[in-house]
């Protein structure tokens, strides 16, 4: 499998720098601190696919000084100690911490969570908010079908997140789904969005008739991370429009360009019906070719939506479909 979950994503404006944190469970943390000091040590501790998944992690430090990645070793035990390893563009961790329980950790956590202090402003939403893995079944589905197998959705990094935070608002995000492809040296980054309204479908479904609207309940701030994040990292970005009902179809988004005072400036849309969209994640888990057009099979549904279409989103977007 080369699609993979991201368990936390955290942009500091003070520093401007990305931290990615990286939650690894074991049954409990009686491990020497040089256990985990390079790769050949974790590739002989964990399995294939978290190897892989770690690897990939640091492709995303290597030659960027303004990313961090920390990774968490920590059991489901409270009272055990917990490890956390500090990358800054090497395989080598920079600092090594151990803290003594969750009561410890969840300190230095909630100080790099509030970084650049406690902002009033809209947050992504709180780690305690019901719908806050509102697209745990999309996620599940895809890589079930992808795998041929059950495939667990990875919710452990959530879980001791919650914990670590309390009642404090999460100014952190994650990426539902995201790969690296090794020929084109490219990230791709997958946003499940799920319909939930019955009065559009998973083909006119779009993040701006929720965002940019300036009302209370206002989401910009999610697809400003992601299309920030995405441009750090040389990402494609996909927005996966889905529901329940598999008959629907899917939509699938690549976003273009976006503006984050003005909203999105540029869309290739293609609607897929639910066996296209399972047979394009199926081709991309296992993409080989040196062409970064990931979709050119489905040029024909192809429509692309610029900034002119966008200018007057209200008076348009009973035309996008």
């Given at each position: 499998m080369n699609l993979f979950q991201l368990d936390r994503i955290q942009y500091s404006i003070k520093h401007n720098k990305y931290f990615i944190f990286e939650?690894?469970?074991?049954?409990?943390?009686?491990?020497?601190?040089?256990?985990?000091?390079?790769?050949?040590?974790?590739?002989?501790?964990?399995s294939e696919g978290e190897f892989k998944k770690y690897s990939i992690l640091h492709k995303m430090t290597l030659g960027n000084p303004n990313v961090i990645l920390f990774y968490i070793i920590y059991s489901e035990d409270d009272s055990d100690s917990k490890v956390v390893y500090e990358f800054k563009d090497s395989c080598i961790p920079e600092k090594v911490q151990q803290f003594n329980n969750l009561q410890d950790i969840s300190r230095w956590f909630v100080a790099m969570n509030n970084i650049d202090g406690d902002s009033k402003s809209k947050k992504l939403g709180s780690c305690t908010d019901e719908d806050d893995d509102e697209s745990k079944d999309g996620v599940h589905r895809t890589l079930t079908e992808v795998a041929g197998e059950d495939i667990p959705y990875d919710d452990s990094g959530l879980d001791i997140t919650k914990k670590m935070l309390g009642s404090n608002t999460t100014k952190g995000f994650d990426f539902d789904l995201f790969q690296y492809i090794e020929c084109n040296n490219q990230f791709i980054i997958y946003e499940f969005l799920k319909n939930k309204t019955d009065y559009v479908t998973n083909y006119t479904a779009h993040p701006m008739r929720y965002s940019w609207t300036g009302g209370v309940r206002d989401n910009k701030q999610k697809f400003v991370s992601l299309w920030n994040a995405a441009q750090t990292f040389k990402a494609k970005l996909y927005l996966i429009n889905y529901s329940d009902d598999c008959k629907e179809g899917?939509?699938?988004?690549?976003?273009?360009?976006?503006?984050?005072?003005?909203?999105?400036?540029?869309?290739l849309k293609y609607n897929l019906t639910y066996e296209e969209f399972i047979g394009w994640m199926k081709y991309m888990n296992d993409y080989e070719r040196n062409i970064r057009d990931y979709m050119r099979d489905y040029n024909s549904k192809r429509k692309h939506f610029t900034g002119e279409f966008f200018d007057d989103w209200k008076g348009n977007k009973k035309k996008y479909n």
């Open positions: 939650f690894y469970k074991v049954e409990s943390v009686n491990i020497k601190l040089d256990l985990y000091m390079n790769l050949d040590c974790l590739k002989e501790a964990m899917i939509g699938v988004s690549e976003v273009v360009d976006l503006d984050i005072d003005r909203g999105f400036r540029e869309e």
